[in-house]
Every structure is written in C-alpha cells, then in structure tokens.
C-alpha cells in the first residue's frame, strides 16, 4: 500500500483547523480526516486532538484476521471514544465549549476496506472506472437533496452549505456511519475536508489521480487547482493506494 497526504490553510482562513494521520497497525493502514469548527483555536484543537485519540484507540483494539464487519464495530467505539475526549477537552477550557470536528476514516487492508464517517468530511472510491463517493454528508443541504428540495448543483451554492448535522464534540451520542468497501490492485481511496469538494469537481479529481500524472503528485495538483478558485477553506487530502 501507498498513502500520500498534504493539508493547507488555504487563501482565506488564518489558521489551518484541519488534521490528518496515517498509522501502520499490524496488516492494515489506518488513515483519518479531521475538519475542526468552533471558533479561533478550538477547531484546531478538535481536529488535532481527534485524530490521536482515534488512532490511539483504534491501535489498541484493531486484531489481526478481522473481518470488514468486526473493523467497523471497532471504528465506531473508536470514534466514540474521540467524542467523548473532545467533549471532556471542551467541558474543562471555556474557550474551547463550541468546539467539535468532522471525521472520516479508513482501515484498508488488502482485498478490503472499512470506512467511516461523521460530518461531511468524505471518501471516495477511485479506479479506471470512475469515482464514487462512499459517505454521506451530514449536512442540511445534503438533507434537502435527499428530500428532493434541491438539486446537487443547487446545493453546491447553497448558503447554508456549511451546516452540518453531526460531529464529534457537539453530540453526546455520536452515530458513525461505516461501510465495507471491496477494493484491488490499483485502486484509490481519497478521504478529504470539504475544501477540497467546495472547489473542485468529482470528476477533476479522478482525472487528476488517474489520468494526469504520477500519484506521487496528485495530491499537489488537486490542492494548486483549489488555490486558482480561491480556496477559501482549509484544504486536507490523504489518498490511499492498493498495490
């Protein structure tokens, strides 16, 4: 397996509120996305302190030999885990009460992965025949298309595009979304914040990680492609690859 990843501020934010992490744990690799929110300082400290209590807590229940099914039972107690840390983080610093990040995560071993989500913090799925989004968003224009009260395109310029309806610091009882994902030689799974979704089309990022150049630079392509549209958000991408 291959893994790339890259995160920037961007060309409006102060301060980079997003967090990323790659672990080797025994046969798998375990990689997660953190887009944190809640003012100056606290996304930061959400997304950062999400990601490393993820992994510490993944890390130590993760088995060899698991199945797809007994990984996503795994994840999710993990994510709990997390939540319940950024809640005690908040509880005990008033500066950091409105703080909470999304998170997206996979653990990828070789003929399968396990992905899971809360926010709207996504992973895709990437080969020769296309790009598929994996999670869904947890936001209310992602509702509102569900509804059919808008369309994609609609909600892409909605203006409450940003509002999310789940994440970890808020919610006493985080509900994690896992999905079991099937995957060969050659493939890519690209776990992203939504910088990167809010200025770059799905299709612009299958042509930039499969018929553009070398993975190796893949990652600075879709990030410089942000930048020529403003990229007005923090923008994070970790890319997997089954070789």
């Known amino acids: 397996m291959r893994v790339w990843g890259i995160t920037d501020v961007g060309l409006v934010r102060n301060e980079n509120q997003d967090a990323y992490s790659i672990r080797e744990v025994k046969e798998y690799t375990s990689a997660v996305v953190c887009d944190g929110m809640g003012g100056t300082n606290g996304g930061r400290v959400a997304s950062s302190l999400a990601v490393e209590v993820y992994q510490q807590e993944l890390a130590g229940k993760l088995r060899s030999a698991m199945s797809a099914q007994e990984i996503a039972l795994t994840m999710s107690d993990s994510v709990t885990k997390t939540n319940e840390a950024v809640r005690q983080r908040a509880a005990e610093e008033k500066e950091y009460q409105q703080m909470g990040t999304t998170l997206v995560a996979a653990v990828a071993g070789k003929e399968w992965a396990t992905l899971a989500n809360v926010g709207d913090s996504r992973a895709y799925h990437i080969n020769r025949s296309g790009i598929r989004q994996i999670t869904r968003d947890h936001s209310v ?3 509102l298309v569900e509804r059919g009260d808008l369309t994609p395109e609609e909600a892409k310029h909605h203006p409450r595009r940003n509002l999310i309806t789940r994440a970890l610091g808020p919610d006493a009882d985080v509900q994690t979304d896992t999905f079991e994902l099937p995957w060969k030689q050659g493939d890519f799974i690209l776990l992203c914040s ?35 549209r403003g990229a007005p958000d923090n923008v994070t991408m970790l890319l997997m690859m089954n070789i």
């Open 194 to 228: 939504d910088g990167l979704v809010n200025t770059v089309s799905d299709q612009e990022i299958l042509f930039e990680v499969i018929h553009n150049g070398e993975p190796d630079t893949c990652l600075d392509r879709l990030l410089d492609l942000s930048k020529q």
């Open 141 to 143: 224009v992602e509702n």
